[in-house]
């Protein structure tokens, strides 16, 4: 059992299951209503006691008083009895038949008066009379009322019924009449019933109750167990007549309360019945349905296979929420599916064009001429370029190529926008941009064909920045037009670099029939040109700072004679150092070019390196001495052209004012040092060297750099020869730069770019 | 530029330089004391009137030293300080004989 599963099994066991919890509330539920109905049933049934208690002693009373009524000479009867209580015999408790004294006396009346009806006599019938015959009529009423009123007694289930007489004071009670029950014993003891006659005094509330009945005809009152209840019968003989019934509710109120009891336990049941009818629905039709449901979207979890949980929830059936829920867990598991295949196939196709668009970069970097030196055999100029992209596929490049033999054309470019849209444009205009200047037009018109060429394509107003340049090798002329590009940064020999505040058109790309216009600059050996793009001077820091022109002239103007390659990467390091570690936004597009003259060749060239130094050393000799001097060649680096390049620097020595013998030490130098690179920098082909002079007079220090673009290699590295060994152990070579390190001051390698740089120095 | 003057009598080669023995001189004298040492016993070079000296010119004393030492003897005269400071730097004082 995992750690997920153990989880699972304790998320469960909190809380209670829907069963338990609906059971709970239907239990709760039931006992309140059962409480409820028992309380409102209980208070019906007293109620209910209590009228049927009262409608039970109407009854009775009513009966009693009918009874009585039967006698149509009851008022007669009834004060008759109250008068003559004492004296009257009577027979109580007897049924009725032969062998009763009351037969007996009802025979005897019936003998004497014939016509007379002893049931329904009425006052005249007795008024009529002999007294003693009233009595005995009296007598024979008296039995038949007991024993009828006994009936009602006993039918009724009384415990006392009574009818009794008292004046206003209430007081006291005089019976006239009470029933007993059968068998029971006449008598004013204890158990006993009260025959005609007996005066009791009355409690309290006996008194009270008789009084109510006076008032109200009729009072009902509990007494504990029993009820007491008293009917006014109106007055006989000045006196209040009742009727008094008592009798015991424990049977009523048993009887009632059962029935209510019942019903209440009736109510219960069938809750109860219902409630589980209910529970056993609601688990049918829905916890065991949420329960398969709940045990599919675990094992779904677990396996995410959407056809198990599919097949496993078919079985739901409830035409319910339940079953909704289930369709919809369902449906949502096999969206689950697709959303999962879509998510990977949009992963796939996103890596797809992610690596469509390294390679779309790839073919975007290598066509820019990246290769340096760019032309190792014209040593007319340097080139040196560098493209840095930010981060996607950009829109900036330069180009370089030449246009003939003379011609060389110059091309930087900023498309606008990034991303794939302006690298595509930045292909498509940089061909149009070469393809119409090696047409052998101007710039002017490269530019103008080029933008009309570019607008009648551009439907989505793309535009490029273009500043192109076409330089005569020959004559260091060169001829620019600027289509809304960053000024270019020039340099002239021995100056600083500034910027060329060029005239701009507008940017190429933008409106059809624009007309371009074009300027010259004359460029004399040791002229730089710096082209850049706008990511250069905008490259911010962190604290959205930008380079800006100035610091770029500075880091550019940083070393007076550094060749392209420095160059760049002074600038570099000064944008690095600039921007630290915020992030690269724009693309960082440089291309530096120094002009070195036109080619040297045998006559021309030589006599004019030599006229100028002959020609310069009388003006020269005066100053050399104050002045520090700087001068360089560059030239093929053929063992023939050793004579130029020991004249070149012999003669700048002997000028300074160097003696004769350092110069000759210093030469043998040069020669070593140059014959070994006309020998072995680029063999087996051919290259150039440049040779820079520096005369410090003040110092009385020479320095010489051989700055060669073959092959690695530091002379430096290889061993001292042993200057000891015999003639006959002696190899062949390795003499010349053991001779320079011995006759020089200081011999230093340093490999710059592309380049072997050999740096000598001498003190004279 | 360099100027060579050779003479020779029977086994004995005697040259004079005038100039510079660098690297665009040095195949010259190399050629011609090719041409004559074969069967020399003695070769002389007269240093008097030569400026300078670099390693290809060394190296073509060095060769023809080898060559002498088998087949005789070889030695300079009128050595100037500035080249005989070279021989020395080089350990070529040792090699050569100098006169």
């Not at chain 1, 340096?372 to 080139?383: G, S, Y």
């Not at chain 1, 000799?621 to 070149?648: C, G, R, T, Y």
């Not at chain 1, 006959?728 to 006759?743: A, Q, S």
């Not at chain 2, 010119?57 to 005789?72: H, I, S």
Request: with cysteine; charged share 25%.
């Amino acid at each position: 059992m995992n750690e997920e599963n153990r989880e699972q099994i304790n998320k469960d066991r909190k809380g209670i299951g829907i069963i338990p919890q609906v059971a709970i509330f239907f239990a709760i539920g039931v006992l309140i209503s059962g409480l409820i109905a028992l309380v409102s049933l209980r208070a019906r049934s007293d109620s209910t006691i209590r009228r049927e208690t009262e409608a039970f002693a109407e009854e009775v009373a009513e009966d009693v008083a009918l009874s009585v009524g039967e006698f149509p000479a009851h008022e007669w009867l009834l004060q008759y009895w109250y008068e003559h209580a004492d004296e009257l015999d009577i027979e109580y408790d007897v049924t009725f038949g032969p062998g009763t004294e009351t037969e007996r006396k009802a025979t005897l009346l019936a003998e004497r008066y014939p016509g007379l009806s002893l049931r329904y006599a009425d006052a005249d019938d007795i008024a009529a009379l002999a007294p003693e015959d009233r009595k005995l009529y009296a007598e024979v009423a008296y039995s038949w009322l007991i024993t009828r009123v006994n009936e009602i007694k006993w039918s009724h289930d009384a415990d006392f019924l009574f009818c009794v007489l008292t004046d206003d004071s209430c007081e006291t009670q005089f019976f006239l009449f009470s029933a007993a029950s059968m068998g029971a014993e006449r008598g004013t003891n204890y158990e006993e019933v009260y025959p005609l006659g007996v005066t009791v005094t009355v409690s309290e509330s006996q008194r009270d109750a008789m009084k109510s009945a006076v008032r109200d005809k009729s009072y009902l009152a509990p007494a504990g167990k029993y009820v007491d209840y008293y009917a006014y019968m109106g007055d006989v003989g000045g006196m209040h007549s009742f009727i008094g019934l008592t009798y015991d509710l424990q049977a009523l109120t048993h009887e009632v309360n059962q029935q209510t009891g019942g019903s209440a336990v009736l109510a219960m049941l069938y809750q109860i019945i219902q409630s589980s009818l209910c529970l056993l629905l609601l688990f049918a039709f829905v916890l065991k349905p949420l329960q398969k449901i709940l045990r599919s979207l675990r094992r779904y979890k677990d396996d995410k296979d959407s056809s198990a949980i599919s097949e496993a929830l078919s079985g739901v059936h409830p035409h319910n929420e339940i079953g909704k829920l289930s369709e919809d867990v369902v449906d949502l598991a096999k969206e689950m599916d697709d959303h999962v295949k879509n998510i990977a196939s949009i992963t796939a196709e996103k890596e797809r064009i992610g690596a469509e668009l390294d390679l779309a970069y790839k073919i975007q970097e290598s066509m820019l001429p990246h290769d340096f030196p760019a032309f190792p055999d014209r040593r007319e100029f340097d080139i040196y370029a560098t493209m840095d992209p930010a981060k996607e596929v950009g829109g900036d490049f330069y180009d370089y190529f030449l246009v003939d033999d003379d011609h060389l054309c110059l091309v930087i470019a900023d498309v606008s926008g990034k991303g794939v849209p302006a690298a595509l444009f930045m292909m498509a205009s940089k061909i149009i941009l070469s393809n119409n200047a090696m047409m052998g037009k101007s710039p002017a018109e490269i530019l103008t064909d080029a933008n009309a060429m570019i607008c009648s394509n551009n439907p989505e107003d793309m535009f490029v920045t273009v500043w192109l340049g076409i330089l005569e090798i020959s004559t260091g002329k060169l001829i620019a037009a600027n289509a809304g590009h960053e000024y270019p940064a020039v340099r002239d020999p021995g100056g600083s670099f500034e910027l060329l505040q060029d005239k701009h058109g507008l940017v190429i790309g933008a409106m059809d029939g624009i007309r371009y216009k074009e300027y010259e600059l004359q460029l004399e050996p040791g002229s730089k040109i710096f082209l850049y793009t706008d990511g250069v001077p905008e490259a911010d820091n962190a604290d959205k700072e930008m380079f800006g022109t100035d610091k770029m002239l500075d880091a550019l103007n940083m070393n007076g004679h550094a060749d392209p390659v420095e160059i760049m990467e002074n600038i570099k390091a000064a944008i690095d150092d600039f921007v630290q570690e915020a992030e690269q936004f724009d693309d960082l597009t440089m291309l530096c070019i120094e002009y070195n003259g036109p080619k040297p060749d045998e006559g021309a060239a030589a006599d004019a390196v030599g006229q100028n130094s002959e020609d310069a050393v009388p003006a020269l000799a005066e100053e050399a001495a104050a002045e520090p001097l700087h001068d360089e060649i560059m030239i093929d680096a053929l063992p023939e052209n050793l004579p130029k390049v020991m004249e070149f620097v012999e003669s700048r020595l002997e000028t300074a004012g160097c003696p004769a013998g350092t110069i000759s030490m210093i030469g043998l130098s040069v020669e070593e040092l140059f014959v070994n690179i006309a020998k072995y920098a680029y063999a087996p082909e051919t290259g150039s060297a440049r040779i820079g002079l520096d005369i410090m007079p003040e110092q009385r220090e020479v320095m010489i750099t051989f700055a060669d673009s073959g092959m690695p290699y530091n002379p430096l590295e290889k061993e001292d020869p042993d200057v000891h060994l015999s003639a006959d152990d002696r190899p062949i070579g390795g003499l010349g730069v053991y001779l320079v390190k011995e006759t020089m001051d200081s011999v230093t390698y340093e490999r710059a770019g592309y380049r072997n740089v050999l740096t000598i120095k001498k003190r004279y | 530029m360099l100027n060579i003057n050779i003479s020779k009598e029977d086994a004995k080669v005697s040259a004079v330089l005038e100039g510079r023995l660098d690297t665009v001189t040095s195949p010259d004298l190399e050629k011609e004391l090719d041409a004559v040492l074969e069967g020399a016993e003695e070769l002389v070079l007269d240093f008097e009137k030569l400026e300078y000296i670099s390693s290809a010119g060394l190296r073509v004393l060095l060769a023809n030293q080898k060559r002498m030492n088998k087949q005789g003897s070889m030695k300079l005269v009128n050595v100037n300080d500035t080249i005989m400071g070279i021989f020395e730097v080089t350990g070529f004082s040792e090699i050569l004989t100098i006169e």
